[in-house]
């Protein structure tokens, strides 16, 4: 560790503990988004997966000498709803949270690591961001398919559809409130009806 007074110390532990706070209650928040979300498009939350690192669980075999990423692992995350039937086909909304986009703004070129927090866009220009996969007949994460090549360069609010795949990125500042989160849920609904041809049912209460 660099060499540091006794005082700067204590203070960047009162840092520490105020982060983990603010952590919680960010996090909190987001879950609430998210259900709040699949509840609009008539489903629930299937499956959630860490994808910046190897995420640590409950009583999971770790080495201390993992990355701090893996003990953070709603960093870069995906919550998969069940499946929704609609039609004869099956559908599937799938969420990218994606807490701070500064490792993915570097300029490829520069081949940094994800340890190296130091070299990430600085948070200021960085975005918070939600990704939204909408897919027909396909379950697959949308990390290996859409967005594979795009999670870096995917324009904010701009439909891409690609065979079964429908998606659109936008920043977490859009869902301040539950009336700004209803306006995206409506656009959302809106382009993935039209992208597949459908009707999205009402929300379930």
């Given at each position: ?7 700067e110390?204590?203070?960047s532990?009162q ?22 979300i ?20 409950n ?28 039609g ?7 969420i990218?949270?994606m807490?701070?986009?500064g490792?993915f ?12 927090v ?13 990704f939204?996969?909408?897919?027909k007949n ?11 090549d ?25 869902f ?12 959302l609904?809106?382009?993935?009806s039209?992208a ?10």
């Amino acid at each position: 560790m660099d060499k540091i007074t006794q005082a700067e110390f204590e203070r960047s532990l009162q840092d520490v503990r105020l982060a983990y706070r603010l952590l919680a209650v960010y996090q909190r928040r987001l879950l609430d988004t998210v259900d709040f979300i699949f509840k609009q498009f008539s489903t629930s939350e299937g499956k959630w997966y860490g994808h910046f690192s190897n995420p640590a669980t409950n009583a999971k075999t770790l080495s201390l000498k993992s990355w701090s990423w893996d003990w953070l692992p709603m960093y870069f995350s995906q919550f998969k709803s069940l499946e929704q039937k609609i039609g004869v086909d099956k559908y599937y909304l799938q969420i990218i949270h994606m807490a701070d986009s500064g490792y993915f703004d570097v300029d490829k070129s520069a081949k940094i690591s994800k340890i190296d927090v130091d070299q990430f866009v600085p948070v200021a220009s960085s975005e918070s961001k939600l990704f939204f996969t909408f897919s027909k007949n396909d379950n697959e994460a949308p990390l290996h398919f859409i967005l594979k090549d795009r999670i870096d360069t995917m324009p904010l609010r701009e439909l891409v559809v690609e065979g079964n795949w429908a998606a659109i990125s936008y920043p977490l500042k859009d869902f301040f409130d539950k009336n700004s989160t209803l306006k995206v849920v409506s656009e959302l609904k809106a382009e993935f009806s039209k992208a597949f041809g459908i009707v999205i049912p009402r929300e379930t209460l």
